[in-house]
């Protein structure tokens, strides 16, 4: 992916223009023009590298993986496609929780000797979190490993908020793309529900309900037939 990544930033610089910016990688290029000659500015090349790496990867992948995941849940649960209301449609987007597309948190390091729960963690340990371990505990979800939007539902039907949505992790270091990330997803998860039924087309098989394992957890290939509500 680096690879790709330099030849487009290569290509970029080949055809800049300060007077016209066209993308991200354009107006970062101009940064770097003004910072030249200041001293461990963050403004160079490696850094645009690395961001831009971070948008396809945390900013992009995620996004459309979960919408990957949300749309296969619709093939293989289509009686929840029979109600278009903001309160189901929102409840559709968090039961995505299902998919758990990062089951472990990116890395971090504890900066001090720590001790939790029982256990010490010396300074300068890396430590990834198993957000899993809340997104499908047993003691928390009805139905832990199973599509479920009743999750998010209370006795009286009415929309209740779960604590356990930990997709993003927590604390201090949690996503700082969460809030445009959950934004995304709900605008264009509810926008392809209330205007297209989603069908598996005649002739296909079942979508497989198992994810396909890298570091993340994305759906293997399938087909959709969506028609127009």
Not at 128 to 148: C, G, I, R, Y
């Amino acid at each position: 992916m680096e690879k790709y990544l330099q030849e487009m930033i290569n290509e970029h610089q080949q055809t800049w223009n300060s007077e016209h910016t066209r993308d991200f990688i354009d107006a970062f290029l101009l940064e770097m023009e003004k910072a030249k000659g200041v001293k461990d500015s963050d403004f160079n090349e490696q850094n645009l590298l690395l961001i831009i790496a971070d948008l396809f990867s945390a900013g992009t992948e995620t996004t459309s993986s979960t919408l990957r995941w949300g749309l296969l849940f619709m093939l293989l649960y289509p009686d929840v496609q029979t109600y278009s209301r903001f309160t189901n449609e929102f409840r559709y987007s968090l039961e995505i929780r299902y998919a758990d597309i990062i089951p472990l948190s990116v890395p971090h390091m504890t900066y001090r000797d720590t001790h939790i729960t029982g256990f010490s963690i010396p300074k300068g340990v890396l430590i990834m979190t198993n957000l899993s371990s809340v997104l499908k505990d047993a003691k928390v979800w009805e139905k832990p490993f199973q599509f479920h939007p009743e999750h998010f539902l209370d006795r009286d039907g009415k929309f209740v908020k779960r604590e356990a949505i930990m997709a993003f992790s927590a604390g201090l270091r949690v996503c700082l793309g969460e809030q445009l990330a959950r934004m995304g997803l709900f605008l264009f998860f509810t926008t392809l529900l209330q205007r297209f039924f989603f069908q598996i087309p005649d002739g296909e098989p079942s979508p497989r309900e198992d994810p396909v394992i890298v570091y993340n957890q994305i759906p293997h290939a399938y087909k959709f037939y969506a028609k127009v509500r």
